[in-house]
């Protein structure tokens, strides 16, 4: 196998994995809206979010992990999941800290997964297994 093959299937596995991995955080806003509302009031203090908000915010999820899942506008799609896991990382940086504390060391599980999505938004032209890198034909 060369490592051209090698990556492409790397990077596949990668792709496939955090896009699953935000299909269910997003479904969970369809199928649990309260949680929604319970995460941004308690965890993060945004009095503002309201369980109506969670279907908007799930269908938009939806749309940008099934781009990111299909490879298509690999920049934008790559992109907005390493921003959206960055958001979440970043406001939980109090409870990264405290890792010793129940459920807090679960918390730990999102640091690996941004940094695979940030490897994954460097390499996204490198992902020929990706609608874009097929459609593009690119394999240098």
Same mark, same amino acid.
């Given at each position: 196998m060369t490592l051209k093959t090698k990556l492409s299937i790397a990077l596949?596995?990668?792709r496939l994995s955090i896009g699953a991995f935000f299909g269910i955080w997003a479904s969970l806003k369809f199928y649990r809206p309260e949680w929604f509302e319970n995460v941004f009031t308690n965890f993060y203090g945004l009095e503002?979010? @309201?369980r109506d908000m969670s279907t908007y915010v799930g269908s938009l999820q939806m749309v940008i992990t099934l781009l990111f899942i299909l490879g298509l506008w690999r920049t934008f799609s790559?992109?907005?999941l390493v921003l959206m896991q960055a958001a979440?990382?970043?406001?939980?940086v109090p409870n990264l800290t405290a890792? @010793? @504390?129940?459920?807090?060391?679960?918390?730990?599980?999102?640091v690996p997964?941004?940094?695979?999505a940030i490897a994954l938004f460097i390499?996204?032209?490198e992902d020929w297994l990706s609608?874009?890198?097929l459609r593009s034909g690119r394999q240098t």
């Open positions: 596949l596995i990668i503002f979010i @309201t790559y992109g907005a979440g990382v970043l406001g939980s890792w @010793t @504390t129940y459920p807090n060391n679960l918390m730990w599980a999102a997964a941004l940094g695979a390499l996204r032209k609608l874009d890198g």
